[in-house]
Structures are given as structure tokens and as C-alpha cells.
């Protein structure tokens, strides 16, 4: 009878192992994913696509009415789909009114989703209807800036470095 039991939980330990370690994320948030597609996990949502139907990657910055910066990751479609990646932040400087619009930008979207029960701001897209409704979007929202630029270099290496034929086609951003 211990045989057997002993045989058992090296059975189970065994294959425990194994199904743990299948697509496991490695140090910087990537796994094997989907074979021929790029995926991407946040706390906001998950984005995937085709490798072969991602038309466009682009990385760039941009103000909002001269008050507030925005980094941004783009991933287009042939689709017309469009995953967008952004961080924001208040332009620097002696800009009393940039960090002033962003830090009320951030008070009323706490409140907004404090009522929703959603959680964190910080994680949280925030449009305002009609201004900013983008039909085929898909927007994630960002903590960190330097998520935008890892973002950027991992579909950029996976789509047109390795066109699909890599092994860490997935990514997690857990922040």
C-alpha cells in the first residue's frame, strides 16, 4: 500500500510540474502564447492578433491640449482593429497648469470608478462620449512609461524580427 502511495505522489508531482512549466513567463512577462499569433495579458484586458494580419507597429509621444503627455504603443490591423498602449503624465517644467489638468483628469476618473467598482484609476481607460469613443479600438492603459517601450520592442521583435517564428510570442504586463 506505501508503494503505491509513494508511486502515486511522484505521479502527481511529476506531472504537476510539467503542466506548470508549459508556457510558463520567464523573467520579463514572456511565454510561447498562441503559435502564429501576438498576444499581449494586462490587468485591463488581453489583445490578440494574427501575426500575419499586424499591418503596423508605431511607438510615439504626443500633448493633450499642451498639459498633458501621452507615450503610446500602436499595434494596427488589416482588420482595422487597433490595440492602443498608452501611459500618461503631466508635461514637467514649471507647468502649474499641465500637472494641475492631469491631477483633476485623475481625481474625476478615481471617482468615476470608485462608483463603478472598477478598481484603480491608474489601470482604467477613460473616454468621455462622444469626444473620444474610438470604434475598432482596443486601449490599454499603463502605470509605468517604461511599459510602453517594452510593449513596443517585444511585438516589433516578434512581428517583423522574427515573423511568428520565435518562441515568446506572448507577453504579461503585471504591474
Sequence with gaps: MQKVSVFFLLFVGIT???VSSYGQNTDNGESSGLNGFWEIETAGGRFVVR???ISCVSQHE???DGSVKVYECTVATDGGQIGRFYYIEPVGGGAV???NTYNRLKDI??????RAGM?????IVTKHYPDTTHAKTSEYRFKYK???GRIYDHVHRVWAQEKGRGKGNKITISE
Design 146 to 148: 517604461d511599459t510602453i
Design 51 to 53: 501575426l500575419d494580419q
Design 62 to 64: 504626443y500633448l493633450i
Design 97 to 99: 497648469t499641465g500637472t
Design 119 to 123: 478598481g484603480d484609476a491608474e489601470h
Design 16 to 18: 504537476l510540474v510539467q
Design 109 to 114: 476618473s478615481n471617482k468615476v470608478t470608485n
